[in-house]
């Protein structure tokens, strides 16, 4: 166990939980809390957007990814998560902010009633089981490796978990986007060093790319055939639009100072998202030519342990302390908002309706105490999921919303004809058809299942919408969507 880079780490985490604190105080209210008053300038939502979207699956999964099948291997993240960025800030924010909504559960109550708030809030929350239990595999990870061991994996998951709940819990998304800003810096310096590093050890940047060229890693349309290319697109739009109706990427955008920060803020951070994303990929590629049997050995065990084994092993201490702050910050500013969006999220659209005419402290109290139970939940989900690839964790996760959410949002804000039936019709085709052939293998090896759960909820929003009504349409809101 190396000493100083353990001091270098506990440094960095005080840090971390110093800028979370200090947010804290600016809390005043549960607006304060869920959005951060709406007061964000520019800089600090493509900084919160950015660091959100770079998690442990972009450093750990996605390097391992691309060495494994190119880049045909990462269309579901980064290039279908970084696209959501960009077509949220292009076609969601100008719109949702104009609502003065606190989270997206609330457009879907305002456009089509409670039923349809509560069933696409359920499906949200459990969305973020497989995206913030990633990120807590992660910090375990990253816990047993800067201990040599000492830490086994399961605590490591706990003590990480604890760190960013405590800062999550008293700040909210004020918290949450400074402490990202700070973390943005921490990844771009860290990643941007180990990469300089790496490409030298493996003889410069373009041996690097020559043999990324000759393993054929560039190569990104798949096969030729029908069945390829569905699951291609099928990939593709898992986290680009599964990824739209979720309440970590709606608070970055009502926590916009103003309706143009809201829209141009995401389509920056995806960007950035999609560019930055590659730095990784070139470190893993470079471990190829700097440590090639242990690279191979490793990508047919453990795919995931390729970039921590390059750095302890063949990297100085002054490499190892630029990259476990990094994949520390990348972790955290992805844990963080991913504990506080569902925590939002259940107490806004669900609890209310079990409890209705709270006050905003009790409002704010009920968040809170939501936040650590909500933790706790998810805690339990990652130590029993454990040995589950990161990379899988996280592309799995957002299908639920996929199938079932995405339609009844784009078409409340772009149709005006979507009626609350066809929201409902909408969620139950597109949620059974996925069901169905995820539960039918051979079905599911033949189309793939999310991309049949969508094209069914399109199908019955289009059908319930159009059909005689024989349930009572929230319409209330149809004049702001003109």
Not at 202 to 212: I, M, R
């Amino acid at each position: 166990m190396n000493s100083t880079l353990i001091a270098f780490i506990a440094l960095y985490l005080l840090a971390s939980i110093g800028i979370g604190l200090y947010a804290a105080t600016r809390v005043k209210s549960a607006t304060d809390y869920a959005v951060a008053g709406r007061s964000l300038p520019l800089y600090i939502i493509v900084a919160t957007t950015f660091a959100t979207w770079f998690g442990s699956e972009t450093v750990l999964g996605v390097s391992a990814k691309f060495v494994q099948g190119g880049l045909n291997a990462v269309i579901e993240d980064p290039i279908g998560s970084s696209f959501c960025l960009i077509f949220v800030g292009l076609f969601f924010a100008y719109k949702l902010y104009r609502m003065t909504l606190l989270t997206i559960g609330d457009f879907y109550r305002k456009r089509y009633g409670t039923a349809v708030e509560v069933l696409c809030s359920l499906m949200i929350l459990l969305s973020y089981l497989g995206w913030v239990a990633a990120q807590i595999t992660a910090l375990g990870l990253v816990f047993n490796l800067l201990s040599s061991g000492a830490i086994p994996v399961t605590t490591g998951m706990i003590i990480g978990t604890a760190i960013v709940l405590f800062y999550t819990l008293f700040g909210g998304m004020w918290s949450v986007a400074l402490t990202d800003f700070f973390q943005m810096i921490i990844i771009v310096v860290g990643l941007v060093a180990i990469a300089v590093m790496a490409g030298q050890m493996a003889g410069g940047a373009t041996a690097v790319v020559d043999l990324a060229r000759s393993q054929d890693f560039f190569r990104f349309f798949p096969e030729p055939t029908l069945h390829d290319w569905l699951f291609f697109i099928a990939a593709a739009i898992t986290l680009m639009l599964g990824s739209i109706p979720q309440q970590d990427v709606f608070q970055r955008v009502m926590s916009s100072k103003d309706a143009r920060t809201a829209q141009v803020g995401p389509v920056l951070g995806g960007t950035f998202y999609l560019l930055f994303a590659f730095v990784p990929m070139f470190i893993v590629t470079s471990a190829l030519l700097i440590m090639p049997e242990e690279t191979r050995a490793l990508l047919a065990d453990d795919p995931q342990k390729v970039l921590p084994t390059l750095i302890m092993n063949h990297m100085p201490l002054v490499a190892q302390v630029f990259f476990f702050g990094a994949l520390l910050s990348a972790i955290m500013s992805t844990a963080s908002a991913t504990l506080l969006a569902p925590s939002t999220t259940f107490v806004e659209n669900i609890y209310k309706h079990l409890r209705p005419g709270m006050d905003d402290k009790t409002f704010l109290r009920t968040m809170r105490i939501t936040v650590v139970c909500f933790t706790g939940f998810v805690l339990t989900y990652a130590l029993v999921m454990e040995g589950t690839p990161i990379y899988e964790m996280v592309s799995s996760a957002y299908q639920v919303t996929l199938v079932g959410a995405f339609v009844p949002l784009a078409f409340g804000l772009y149709w005006k004809r979507a009626t609350t039936q066809g929201a409902v019709l909408s969620i139950v085709a597109g949620v059974a058809v996925w069901v169905l052939l995820l539960a039918v293998p051979a079905w599911g090896e033949a189309f793939p299942a999310q991309l049949a759960g969508l094209l069914a909820s399109g199908v019955g929003m289009i059908v319930g919408s159009l059909m005689p009504q024989f349930m009572v349409d929230r319409a209330e809101m149809k004049p702001h969507l003109a």
